[in-house]
């Protein structure tokens, strides 16, 4: 069974920082694209960053020069680093991975984890 499990998120103000966490079980981690996506109240999801299994990394143009995602194989998991963060981030963060060497759609979703930046 895999599970992806979100934490970090919180209220900070305009400017901070935050670190995600995704702790991902019952995949092959290091064959594993994992991504970070978001969901703003009223909008549809919207990806945010990816890493694929060998280490190469994708944003959103929204976020680059701000976010940098990482992972620990050793841990089974993916990080999101966000920085000057602005009150248009607030939004459920979500942690997704795909199926082992899988170039496909996310097939696993964790369960999200709030975010909110005030001005």
């Known amino acids: 069974q895999v599970q992806l499990v979100e934490s970090g998120g919180g209220l900070v103000q305009a400017g901070d920082s935050l670190r995600l966490s995704c702790a991902a079980s019952g995949v092959t981690f290091t064959r594993s694209s994992m991504g970070w996506f978001r969901q703003a109240p009223g909008k549809e999801r919207e990806f945010v960053a990816a890493?694929?299994?060998?280490?190469?990394?994708y944003y959103a143009d929204s976020v680059k020069g701000r976010f940098t995602t990482s992972r620990d194989n050793a841990k089974n998991t993916v990080y999101l680093q966000m920085n000057s963060l602005k009150p248009e981030d607030t939004a459920v963060y979500y942690c997704?991975?795909?199926?082992?060497?899988?170039?496909?759609?996310?097939?696993?979703w964790g369960q999200g984890t709030q975010v909110t930046v005030s001005s």
């Open positions: 997704a991975a795909k199926r082992s060497g899988s170039s496909g759609p996310y097939d696993y």
């Open positions: 890493m694929g299994w060998s280490g190469t990394t």
